[in-house]
């Protein structure tokens, strides 16, 4: 599954915990960096991290470490973004030598696998493990030929490439031409049994009162999210339904002003972010998704785990996360009538909003529970390493 570089095999004897870095395209509190914080924390001091942000006002996530974990934040990395020219890839290359697995993330962080291709052998570099969770908005409506191109050369030497999804499998194999044994699909996981609590109703700077109805959701306000569409598909239910959207992001503005145009702003909410979405997610009857792109939405996941219906449209894998009578409720993408209609039939039927959700939670338990996802997680990164750890 994994070739481990020579930089791990001379440190097998060393007593110290072996150095991780991690490069991401942004420390914002988002999925795949709340997942690595995750990891982070189930490893404990069994391993050291350095993180990198290519973005580094983004570190939102850093809030989610626990206390006490070995966690540096290194400010005379090379930075992430530039022209990839032979000085700063070499510069790069050079950075690395200092640890013992190096783990990158997404588009922001692959001129740091470049350079690790390009340098392996001369600075005998530790292996390097690429994740894949999705596409920004300039990748939302296609993938660039060019950067499928330098993705292909780039992880020429990785260990490994991680991906949560079945479609970004596939794009790996097809698309970026990685080797069969060279890609690694693992689901991202939570913690099922914190969201099959009931959360308080108070739990959020909005109170949910009695006879009220919710639709939420968890995303960045951000352009991808289309989160103006999921108000105007709500605007239509009728007025014990409150929609509930947590997050920060660019769009909260956008999100507002249709709102206001909808005639619905009084039954519209912005609380902002959660730390622990296991303290709200509960509170929601319908979770909903209005994405124009995802790969394996955490959000969906941590909804079916609170026994919720998800109304979304069918990116990434969404279709087949949820449970197999939740699969009516997957409409068109990018279509407002088809959500609002989705929206609809659920709010109107309680029972069935009880069956679907049902079914999800308990597909949640048996496939998207996160002790799975960090046995896998673990037995990969041991592998790179070439021991236990």
Request: hydrophobic residues 40%.
């Amino acid at each position: 599954m994994t070739k481990g570089g020579g930089k791990a095999k001379g440190k097998k004897a060393s007593a110290a915990p072996p150095k991780v870095l991690h490069c991401h395209s942004t420390f914002s509190a988002g999925g795949k960096e709340l997942r690595s914080v995750d990891l982070m924390n189930a490893f404990g001091s069994r391993l050291s991290h350095a993180v990198i942000s290519g973005e580094p006002e983004e570190m939102g996530a850093r809030a989610a470490i626990a206390k006490g974990q070995p966690v540096s934040f290194p400010s005379d990395f090379p930075p992430l973004s530039g022209l990839p020219s032979p000085s700063r890839l070499q510069k790069i290359a050079k950075a690395l030598t200092q640890y013992d697995l190096v783990l990158t993330y997404n588009w922001g962080a692959m001129d740091v696998v470049m350079a690790h291709t390009a340098f392996s052998r001369a600075f005998e570099l530790p292996p390097l493990i690429h994740h894949e969770d999705g596409f920004n908005e300039d990748e939302a409506d296609g993938l660039k030929t060019s950067r499928n191109w330098y993705r292909r050369i780039a992880l020429g030497k990785s260990s490994g490439l991680v991906v949560p999804s079945r479609k970004l499998e596939d794009i790996a194999l097809e698309v970026w031409d990685q080797p069969r044994d060279h890609v690694i699909r693992i689901p991202n996981g939570i913690d099922t049994l914190a969201f099959a609590k009931t959360p308080r109703a108070d739990s959020l700077r909005v109170v949910k009162r009695k006879g009220e109805r919710w639709v939420g959701t968890l995303a960045g306000l951000r352009p991808v999210k289309q989160l103006t569409m999921l108000v105007e598909a709500f605007a239509g239910l009728p007025e014990e339904w409150q929609l509930v959207i947590l997050g920060e992001g660019p769009d909260k503005e956008a999100i507002q002003h249709a709102a206001v145009r909808a005639e619905i702003n009084h039954r519209v909410h912005l609380p902002g972010k959660v730390s622990n979405p296991a303290s709200a997610v509960g509170l929601f009857d319908i979770f909903a998704l209005s994405s124009k792109s995802e790969q394996f939405p955490l959000s969906v996941v941590e909804a079916m785990a609170a026994g919720l219906p998800v109304a979304a449209p069918d990116v990434g894998d969404v279709r087949t996360m949820v449970a197999e009578l939740n699969a009516p409720m997957i409409c068109a993408p990018n279509d407002v009538g088809e959500l609002a209609g989705t929206l609809r039939t659920l709010a109107q039927d309680a029972d069935l909003r009880r069956k679907i959700g049902d079914a999800n939670r308990k597909k949640a338990i048996t496939q998207f529970d996160r002790a799975r996802m960090i046995e896998r997680y673990q037995e990969l990164y041991s592998s790179a390493l070439g021991r236990d750890f």
